[in-house]
């Protein structure tokens, strides 16, 4: 532990620390804090690179996990944090939902694309999911505002992988005043056009259509047009969900031609959904937004 950083955070902090350790050239942290959004206990972690511990700001990326993720995915099996200590990044992995913990009953769902692990980053408005689901809320504003307070952040872009793409597209455009650079890794691209978002979405917003649309990445790009000076978005080319209709990717690309918002859309070969997809291009990911980052 570094009791130096430590000793920076505001007395009113209410984060607890629940592990630390050294990686590369910086510190592998785990958080947890109860949120006002959600009204559950929320964890996160975050990579710190010397120069951040040094109390130095520093560019942050904020990774937005997939279905049935937490933060124990990208952390464990991603392999960032060389990429990040090199380059005196921050990277930032919340978990994907409420959960139900002790004392706190949370709505769930026994399909695994509705519900807990499931949030779709989206505020719902329709019971039970109202009470707890208000994941827009708890990253664009709670956790986002938690993280500038806490830690010496120069800027955030945003990035997430498949259900976590669709929230790091949305929210980046939805929001783009918070971040300064936007990229996906086989995102959702359009919510309200597959069955996964379909499913969610009549759970949380019922009937209402213009709900949907206002969570569905693909059409807020085309509503707001050009946010960024550039986008990043790698495909696997031999994605399962690609080719099951989950991804919907020709959407996204249709959005931004009509946007005119610059997209580079790489499809890889012979790449699949997983997390060996995500190592294979997360430096790539990485410096995309450090060079943006670098214009702040």
Known sequence: MNNSYNHSLSASTQLTQKSVNRCFDGEQHYYSHQSTSTKTPMTFSIYLPDEALAGQRCPAILYLSGLTCNADNVTHKAHF???CSELGMIFIAPDTS???SEGIEVANDERYFVGQGASYYVDATQAPWAENFNMQSYIVDELYD???AEFPIH???ITGHSMG???ALL???KFPGKFVSVSALSPVCAASESAWGQAAYTEYFGEDKALWSQADASQVIEEVGQQYSSILVDQGAADEFLA?????????QQACTNAKQPLTLRYQAGHDHSYYFIQSV???HIEHHWRKAQFI
């Open 98 to 100: 409420p959960r139900t």
């Open 244 to 252: 099951d209709g989950q991804l919907q990717t020709s959407k996204l």
């Open 165 to 167: 793409g669709h929230g």
């Open 146 to 148: 938690l993280l500038r």
């Open 81 to 83: 944090q060389q990429k």
């Open 155 to 157: 800027s955030i872009g």
């Open 282 to 284: 997360i430096n790539d």
């Open 171 to 173: 929210l980046g455009f």
